[in-house]
């Protein structure tokens, strides 16, 4: 593999030293032992981590206890977690129950952040009972097909995390840890991804194994080589590949180690916060209330689909918004708008029926006539307009009224503005505890042109 | 021809005088005994007094004068002013050249305002050379049609002109005088009219002679029976088609003489305008400018395509028009319109490629990179977009900057705002002058809305 000096000098900041490899995966052997002398279930590890593929400081350790497919989910649930705790236990670690598809064991061992995670050992990963089941298959794959490349996917993780593609999350839309895998193997290496991907456009198909077996609406699709039904690029949204592509395409031109190193974050302070707001001249204006108590991955795609019914909300009352994005903290959760306009005239246009349909032309003229209006009803090009006043001439007001909780909220995000919400306009905005969102909010460009600029100061 | 009592007393009050109509009749005969013993040209009287559809009052007095076609355009227009010229002053009147598609001789003759007006005596109405010589036929058509139709049309007269929906100028784009006279010629008299009218929708075909000739675009269509190419509704907007269509419904479903009065007008007073605006809230601004020195039919059709240049410019810009209306008076025209946000922030969206479009994205990201922005550039759904500073952040400083000669003017209109404009806002706007313009503009009521409200009164 020929690489240019900064994907060496990359790399040699980036990879696993020697004893931490060491010590990671024996750590993990002692676990795997400690399940599989119980005798009540296989063990491996997954991830990174049993791929080789981890970066340095990255060490989470992943062990799947794998169960008879034969037992209920009940007994796996409760069978599964008791085992983890006996064995985390025996490592003098303390537990603590997380929830992703099904309950698994988080417990920090020896420095390491362990999960232990019940699984079904089913054959084939088409017969999977629960998503952590396929988990076990994907690691085979990887393993049998990586050969050489780690460090190639090593390269790709530094420059998707380096530019903010990184990651399957709902926050982040981006490229999984599988997802570079797959790549670098499909494509030879972490520049034959780069130089496909300087290519792509939405509708791009991957077919690494030739068994996909159904259309998927993704931009980017790479079906899943142990199953044909799966996307593995489904979390992947059209701006994280087109950031991805224009990075592909700047890193193509001119390769730099400031594609591999993070730039510095820069804090956002509150006298920046309203140096920017007054600049700008547009209207601030943010919608907070207490997080609803269930994972990012859950809460966050409810305050996105929240965001853009407030949004539509706005703007069909006309005020046009020009931009909003939306932030979970661990208490508090903020829908934040940029709006044109955040006051209206009295005077509201109203639209009516076409002139030619004598029914309801009839009934509109008839409930108009003596209603308190400021004009009409008139005709404009065939059909019937009145001007009547405007109910909330604030967009503040609009959103402190009630009627934000008939806009389709997601189900968790109604049920915590039930029991209340506040809305601020302008500096008062500002919330310390917001202060990095707010700062990317106003900061706003793409990860190519943030790399550009960070390697010309 | 069974009538209520309401168009009974209407007639009373509209049919003119036996007196009245022996009187005007009696001039135009002397008028054309005059212009007939030069032997220069044959003479006969057009229009509504020639047809006997006159309202009383209107008193308007056409009398033809028809040359052999053989002479050259300049002979007639030179014989045919001074013939007028000789005949005007042998009734001891001043004369006022005026102009329509060629030269004729206004004059005032025993309280009568006669028009003398040369034209060509073609054999039939295709065979025309200048639109003034079509008259002739309208007329001819007319008398022999209108049988005793003659009161039905008087009826359809002032009701469209009491709805305000009667004249083809290009300021009211209504019903002219004789597509009046061919609407009750086709459909049998006034009620028929209506009844017919309560159904129409854009596309309505009416070709009495059913000699047709070519395809229309315009909302009704009736085909001139002199003239297979010519439709004699082409001025009718369809907003006016709409208006009469309600009219129509509205007669029809409650017959009441306050379809024949029209309004008192009531004048609009600076006091009332400044509480108008004031109620309305929302941001007035008016651009005046010298009248240029053509007819309406000239002038008005630039000041409407002018005000819908001057709309687009702004709504480009991002201030939102709620409605728009143009004036021409004698002196000074106006460009009035009502926006919903006059300020805006200083940023400003603007959109970039697509990503995929790889040599434009280079370029945009190229250009935008080290530039003076709010943000950007940044990627939303695969297009780039970057937030730049406002050059107009207020719609008056926008209708002041010389770029206003850049949009779409007429040339007229063009030619005189080279000369200056002026841009006034909010009370400000109020000008004695254009005071029924403003009251009209804000009062905006379609005319069956008016006629019920009046009848409450």
Chains 1, 2 share one sequence.
Not at 8 to 21: C, G, K, M, V
Not at 47 to 57: E, K, L, P
Not at 108 to 115: K, N, P
Not at 325 to 341: A, G, I, N, P, Y
Request: negative net charge; aromatic residues 10%.
């Amino acid at each position: 593999m020929s690489r240019c000096s900064c994907e060496e000098d990359a790399l040699h900041r980036i990879r696993p030293t020697p004893e931490e490899r060491t010590y990671v995966r024996t750590i993990g052997s002692h676990l795997i032992e400690a399940v599989e002398k119980t005798g009540l279930a296989r063990a491996m590890m997954v991830g990174s981590v049993a791929r080789d593929t981890f970066i340095r400081g990255d060490r989470d350790l992943d062990v799947f206890m794998l169960f008879d497919p034969s037992i209920s989910r009940e007994e796996l649930e409760e069978k599964g977690l008791a085992l983890a705790r006996t064995v985390a236990e025996a490592f003098g670690a303390s537990c603590r129950e997380k929830y992703a598809e099904h309950p698994y064991i988080n417990a920090t061992i020896d420095a390491l952040d362990v999960d232990l995670v019940p699984c079904y050992a089913v054959l084939r990963a088409t017969e999977i009972k629960s998503a952590v089941d396929r988990t076990p298959f994907h690691t085979r794959y990887i393993l049998q097909h990586i050969g050489d490349l780690g460090d190639e996917v090593l390269l790709l993780k530094q420059f998707t995390k380096t530019g903010g593609v990184y990651g399957s999350d709902h926050m982040t839309e981006g490229f999984s840890g599988y997802l570079c895998e797959l790549l670098v193997i499909y494509y030879g290496g972490f520049r034959g991804v780069l130089e496909a991907a300087a290519g792509w456009r939405p509708g791009v198909v991957i077919d690494i194994e030739g068994h996909g077996s159904r259309a998927f609406e993704e931009p980017l699709v790479v079906v899943d080589p142990v199953d044909p039904e799966r996307n593995v690029a489904a979390a992947l949204s059209l701006t994280r590949m087109s950031e991805f592509v224009e990075l592909a395409r700047g890193y193509l031109a001119t390769p730099s180690e400031a594609f591999f190193i993070p730039p510095p974050s820069c804090p956002f302070t509150e006298d920046a916060f309203r140096r920017t707001i007054d600049g700008r001249g547009a209207k601030l204006i943010s919608l907070t209330f207490a997080t609803p108590p269930y994972t990012a991955d859950t809460v966050v795609p409810q305050l996105r689909k929240s965001a853009e019914s407030v949004r539509e909300l706005l703007e069909r009352s006309e005020f046009p918004v020009n931009r909003f994005d939306v932030c979970m903290q661990e208490e508090r959760s903020m829908l934040l708008f940029e709006l044109m306009t955040d006051t209206l005239p009295a005077v509201r246009r109203h639209l009516g029926p076409p002139v030619w349909s004598e029914g309801n032309a009839r009934k509109f003229v008839g409930k108009y006539v003596d209603a308190d209006l400021f004009s009409g009803p008139f005709i404009e090009d065939g059909r019937y307009y009145v001007e009547i006043p405007r109910q909330y001439r604030e967009a503040a007001l609009l959103l402190r009224s009630r009627s934000l909780l008939d806009v389709a909220l997601g189900r968790h995000v109604r049920k915590s503005m039930k029991e209340g919400w506040e809305v601020r306009e302008g500096r008062a905005c500002w919330d310390e505890s917001f202060a990095s969102f707010l700062g990317e909010f106003f900061r706003h460009e793409s990860p190519l042109v943030r790399v550009l600029r960070h390697r010309q100061e």
